[in-house]
């Protein structure tokens, strides 16, 4: 019996430091992004990469850091998660700081100011933000978009998609009448799509910034740091500049 205690001990033991070092800062000379890689220009594919305005700044980050980046691509409503349980270092998919996401981790300070937008078809009656009260509207799934028309308008019937362009695609479909998205992405998908127009007026103003565990405070510090640093080089509006024409 005494034996059969001790194992069980050992076994509880092992357990409780596989558990800690899962949760334990990374030291491998790695920093690890979650991204969403659907979501021009801030993220997305070329040639088998992901590029944007979100990795090649998360990439002047890392540089700062002396770290290698790894940048994971996955849904966006996972990265939130991934960030808390610290599979992941840092969050970057141009993500605005809620009080939502604030309960569940820390946020840089912003990055840069986004607006969230309506797409239409180019006949659509729709003007304006109002009315889209009883209207069947697409969002991509845990974004802010979707998170303002779910409470603003809850007879609106909201279709989540996990990505950006699928909302868009429902839209030119007319399985729903407008789709509410970031700016620059919109942009991206009108342009890729004839007959599909974004309303004059913004729908929010909102920051974009980098999530990070509550328990990497560290990190934070030093992500916040290089933020400053870049800001006032001028590298990091060279890279907005860079994929973001002034018009």
């Known amino acids: 019996m005494k034996h059969l205690k001790k194992l069980i001990l050992i076994v509880l033991a092992m357990s409780i430091l596989f558990a800690m070092s899962a949760c334990a800062r990374r030291d491998d000379g790695k920093l690890i992004m979650a991204t969403n890689a659907a979501f021009p ?22 540089d700062k850091l002396g770290l290698e980046l790894v940048i994971e691509d996955m849904e966006f409503g996972s990265i939130i998660t991934a960030v808390q349980s610290r599979k992941v270092d840092m969050g970057m998919a141009g ?13 840089s300070t912003p990055y840069t100011t986004a607006s969230q937008v309506i797409i239409v078809k180019e006949n659509s009656n729709i003007t304006g933000p109002d009315d889209l009260a009883d209207k069947s509207v697409g969002v ?36 729903v009448v407008a789709v509410v998205i970031d700016s620059e992405p919109a942009k991206v998908f009108v342009k890729q799509n004839s007959g599909l127009k974004i309303l004059p007026e913004a729908y929010t103003i909102e920051d974009y910034a980098i999530a990070v565990s509550k328990k990497n405070k560290d990190l934070l510090e030093k992500i916040n740091t290089a933020l400053a640093e870049l ?14 024409s002034a018009d």
Request: aromatic share 10%.
């Open 41 to 62: 220009p801030y993220e997305y594919y070329e040639n088998g990469v992901i590029v944007g305005i979100d990795a090649e700044i998360a990439q002047a980050i890392a």
């Open 140 to 175: 991509q799934e845990s974004t802010t978009g979707d998170i303002y028309i779910t409470d603003e308008y809850p007879d609106a019937d909201v279709q989540r998609y996990s990505k950006g362009v699928e909302a868009v695609q429902a839209l030119i479909q007319g399985k």
């Open 231 to 244: 800001t006032a080089d001028g590298t990091i509006k060279s890279i907005i500049d860079k994929y973001i």
């Open 95 to 107: 993500m605005t700081i809620t009080k939502e996401r604030l309960v569940s981790v820390n946020f």
